[in-house]
């Protein structure tokens, strides 16, 4: 297998840890982990010895530097960012404080002479749906929140680093991904947790806004595919599922799998942020992934199995 040095950052999150536990399963490879803890958790980075964890704010290019100086990168995934809805729109100016982490990562990966960098981009730089699926090259990006508009700007600057330096990039845009680390203030964790306490699942308005749920290991999967293809370099790839549910439809099934007596409680809908469809063309995704995708059912039995044995 070929062995290579990584650069992760927020390796301590729910995607990001997974990566790291995978791609540290070739004990050849080295993976240095870059997390400041503010929404990740240490207990999710894996314990290996081919893992070093650092703690520092990408967004300070000193500290950043140092890294790259110590460590010879092959491969960095850049996917450090402020995540969560109801936090994103609480901290506006933190979110645009990651574009210095984004230039700083391509910066430093240009004058290091890393082979590929990986953007950890989004579903909500589509904004409001023009059209679904949502395809990556004909789907309009009309994002307006701090949160997407970063993401939409890091895209241009990983376009624009490739055009004037040649530095190679895969942007992957993430729809909703779930998993054992992902924190519990998001939707699957939290529906979860309340259907097997049997306590209510509270929905925001009617629960007919959409969304597609992918498993952690699909998305770790395509995108180790995508690193070790030449066919992604300098390419968008939509990342998730294309079975479009409502969150209603959500609790429901959750409520099935868990047999549980949870009763649905609407709560008022959000002021903003909460988009009312979300579903992705992943013809790319399967082309690479080779396989199919796992079923949700069975991803949210694979949570279940996990909480219960902690």
């Known amino acids: 297998m070929t062995e290579n040095t990584y650069l992760i950052t927020g390796g301590a999150g729910n995607i990001g840890s997974a990566l790291v536990r995978k791609l ?31 703690n520092t704010n990408v967004n300070d290019y000193d500290s950043l530097s140092e890294i790259f100086e110590a460590h010879p990168f092959d491969y960095v995934f850049h996917y450090a960012a402020v995540v969560g809805v109801k936090r994103t729109l609480e901290n506006p100016m933190m979110v645009l404080g990651d574009i210095d982490g984004i230039k700083n990562i391509l910066s430093l990966s240009k004058d290091h002479q890393v082979k590929r960098v990986f953007f950890s981009s989004s579903s909500e730089v589509y904004g409001e749906p023009f059209e679904i699926p949502q395809n990556e090259t004909t789907t ?22 490739h ?28 529906f ?27 998305n770790v999967d395509t995108c180790i595919a995508a690193q070790k293809s030449k ?7 939509n990342v998730g599922s294309d ?20 009763p649905i409680v609407h709560v008022p809908a959000l002021k903003e942020g909460d988009m009312t469809r979300r579903c992705p063309d992943i013809t ?14 069975t991803g949210l039995k694979k949570l ?3 909480y219960e044995n902690r």
């Open 231 to 237: 066919d992604y370099a300098n390419e968008v790839l």
């Open 284 to 297: 790319k995704m399967k082309k690479l992934l080779n396989r199919e995708l796992v079923p949700l059912e």
């Open 192 to 218: 979860l947790k309340a259907a097997m306490a049997n306590e209510p699942i509270h929905i925001y308005g009617d629960g007919l806004q959409t969304r597609s749920f992918c498993y952690v290991d699909d």
């Open 140 to 161: 309009p990006l009309n994002s307006r929140l701090p949160y997407a508009i970063v993401k939409n700007v890091g895209e241009a600057f990983f376009k624009s680093y």
């Open 24 to 54: 540290a399963e070739n004990t050849g490879n080295t993976i240095v982990v870059v997390d400041n803890l503010s929404t990740g958790d240490l207990n999710k980075i894996p314990s290996h010895d081919n893992v070093l964890y650092i």
């Open 304 to 306: 279940i199995a996990f």
């Open 243 to 262: 079975i479009e549910i409502t969150i209603l439809q959500l609790a429901q099934t959750i409520i099935k799998v868990t047999g549980s007596d949870s």
């Open 163 to 190: 055009q004037a330096y040649g530095l190679e990039y895969t942007i992957f845009r993430f729809f909703n991904t779930y998993g054992p680390n992902q924190s519990e203030d998001f939707v699957v964790p939290r």
